[in-house]
T-cell receptor, first 108, second 114 residues
Framework: GIQVEQSPPDLILQEGANSTLRCNFS?????LQWFHQNPWGQLINLFY???GTKQNGRLSATTVATERYSLLYISSSQTTDSGVYFC??????????FGTGTSLTVIP | NAGVTQTPKFQVLKTGQSMTLQCAQD?????MSWYRQDPGMGLRLIHY???????DQGEVPNGYNVSRSTTEDFPLRLLSAAPSQTSVYFC?????????????FGPGTRLLVL
């Protein structure tokens, strides 16, 4: 199956700092999504981004499909950004493969 | 809309017992799926369905059965629970064929098998 690798595995930031999370995948994908899992376990979709760049407030994402990676940018981080960030990819067969996540802790 | 709902929130089973995890969505989504989340391993797809009457296996289907008799409901059955099935289970749904196939997740069911 496809390999989905995320880096870094853990990240600790001071409130207000910026960060970049990376997702590498081993095959061409039909669909790529970024999710945030909050400390209570709820999974929230952040971006559907199989290619190109999107922005939503302090978050933005870029996927370079030809080079098989995606980046999630978090600017001016807040304590509410804490949690685990996952990327998930679909090869076109309705089967999503998740990475192991980046655990982010934002310190006040 | 209630979105994606899951019951129960938490369950303890003994090895060999059976149970059904319930999942329902009120967004008229065609695609529904079940994942399990284990520490340090991300989410892994168990089974999925692209519409009523259609189901298929995901990455880790062994020990689980599913059925999809209605668009709204997608129950996951454990016929004979094993300690290796201790995990957090998430149900998700989305449109199929839409230009943006955002997945919506339920709140999860924590299962402990003793």
């Amino acid at each position: 199956g496809i390999q989905v690798e995320q880096s870094p595995p853990d990240l600790i930031l001071q409130e207000g700092a910026n960060s970049t999370l990376r997702c590498n995948f081993s095959d061409s994908v039909n669909n790529l999504q970024w999710f945030h899992q909050n400390p209570w376990g709820q999974l929230i979709n952040l971006f559907y981004i199989p290619s190109g760049t999107k922005q939503n407030g302090r978050l933005s994402a870029t996927t370079v499909a030809t080079e098989r990676y995606s980046l999630l940018y978090i600017s001016s981080s807040q304590t509410t950004d804490s949690g685990v960030y996952f990327c998930a990819v679909d090869l076109g067969g309705n089967q999503f493969y998740f990475g192991t996540g980046t655990s982010l802790t934002v310190i006040p | 809309n209630a979105g994606v709902t899951q019951t129960p929130k938490f369950q303890v089973l003994k090895t060999g017992q059976s149970m059904t995890l319930q999942c329902a969505q009120d967004m008229n989504h065609e695609y529904m799926s079940w994942y399990r989340q284990d520490p340090g391993m991300g989410l892994r797809l168990i089974h999925y369905s692209v519409g009523a009457g259609i189901t298929d296996q995901g990455e880790v289907p062994n020990g689980y059965n599913v059925s999809r008799s209605t668009t709204e409901d997608f129950p996951l059955r454990l016929l004979s629970a094993a300690p290796s099935q201790t995990s957090v289970y998430f149900c998700a749904s989305s449109y199929v064929g839409a230009s943006q196939e955002t997945q919506y997740f339920g709140p999860g069911t924590r299962l402990l098998v003793l």
